[in-house]
C-alpha cells in the first residue's frame, strides 16, 4: 500500500504498532468521547500540527480511501491503522458541514502554530498603548476567523453578518484590554513593582471576556436560523434555535477556559524567574523563553478546552421545538457544536 496511499508515510505519521489497532469505524473517534479524558486524547489527535503538511494529493488518496470503505470495496490489505489515519487527515481539513477546505491558517491544527506567535506578542513585559490594541486586535481576528471557520455551518451565514461580528469582537477585546491597563496604570495605591506585575495578567480577562463575545458575534446567525438536528442515523430531523444556543454556549465556555493556562502561567513562571542568575547573565533569553512558555501552553490548554464537550453533543428529544418533538420518536437528537 506504501505506493499507493503516501499520506501513511512516516515523515508524517507515526507507523502503526506491530498488533493490530483498533477496528476502524467511519465518522467514529478511536477514543471514547463519552469521558473527558477521551474527548482529550481525540482533540490532541485532531489538532496534530503535522496534517498541515499534507498535499492535495494526499488528501484526495485519504478521502478515496474513506469513500471505498464506505462504498464496501476497500482494497485488500488494507489496515485500520491506515484507515484512521486518512479520517484524521480528513478530519483535521475539511469542513464537516460544507465539505470544503479550512484555510490553514483558521483550522483547529493550525490554532497553535499560527497562534502561538500572536500569545508571544500579548505577553510582552512592558507593553505600549499602540502594542497592547495591535496584539488584541490580532489575536481577536484570528479567533474570529477561526470560531467561523470551525462553526456549524448547516445554514449559511451571510458575509454581512460576518464583518458585524467581527467588528464587535475586535471592539470589545481591544476596549476590554486599553481599559483595564489604564485603570491599573492609574491606581495611584499600587507600587511601580506591583502595578507592572498585575499589568502582566491583564491579557486574560481581556482575551476571556472578548472570546465570549466573539463567539456570540460570529455566530449569532445560527441563533436566528438554528442549526440541523438529526438521529443517530444521520437523518436529518429539522432545524433547531434550541440546540444552536447550546452549540454556542459550550463553545464559548471552551473559550473562556482556554486562555487560562496560557495567558497565567507564562507571567507566573517568568515572574519567578526575572532574578535568577538566567536572566541576569542573559537579559536577552527572556523573550524567547517567555514565546516558547506560551506556546507550550496554548499546545496543551487547546485539547483540555475543547474537549469538555463532545464536537457531536446530544439533547434530549423533550428539550428541543415542539415541531421537532413530532417529528421524531428517539429519545435524543445530535448536532454539530463546532469547535
Known sequence: MANTLPIMEASQFSRASSRETDAFQLGKSRYDLSTYTGRVRHFFNIIDPRTLLTTDEQLRKAQDLLNAYRDGRLPPGVTNEELWQAQKIVQAIIHPDTGEKIFMPFRMSGYVPFGSPIVAGMLLPNPSLPSIIFWQWLNQSHNACVNFS????????????????????????????????????????????????????VPFPAVAVANVCNVFLMRRQELNTGIEVYDKNKKVIGTSKIAAFDAIKETALTRIV?????????????????????????????????????????????????????????????????????????TALFYNKGL
Open 150 to 201: 470551525n462553526r456549524n455551518a448547516t445554514r449559511p451565514t451571510p458575509t454581512a453578518k460576518f464583518i458585524e461580528g467581527y467588528l464587535g469582537a475586535v471592539t470589545s477585546a481591544v476596549g476590554i484590554a486599553v481599559g483595564l491597563n489604564q485603570l491599573i496604570t492609574r491606581a495611584k495605591s499600587l507600587t511601580p513593582a506591583r502595578r507592572l506585575l498585575i499589568q502582566k495578567f
Open 258 to 330: 482556554l486562555p487560562a493556562p496560557i495567558l497565567t502561567i507564562p507571567p507566573l513562571i517568568m515572574t519567578a524567574l526575572e532574578k535568577t542568575a538566567l536572566f541576569t547573565r542573559f537579559p536577552k533569553a527572556y523573550l524567547p523563553v517567555n514565546a516558547t512558555l506560551g506556546a507550550l501552553s496554548f499546545g496543551l490548554a487547546l485539547p483540555l478546552a475543547i474537549g469538555l464537550f463532545p464536537q457531536e453533543s446530544t439533547i434530549p428529544r423533550h428539550k428541543l421545538e415542539k415541531k421537532l418533538q413530532a417529528a421524531t420518536n428517539d
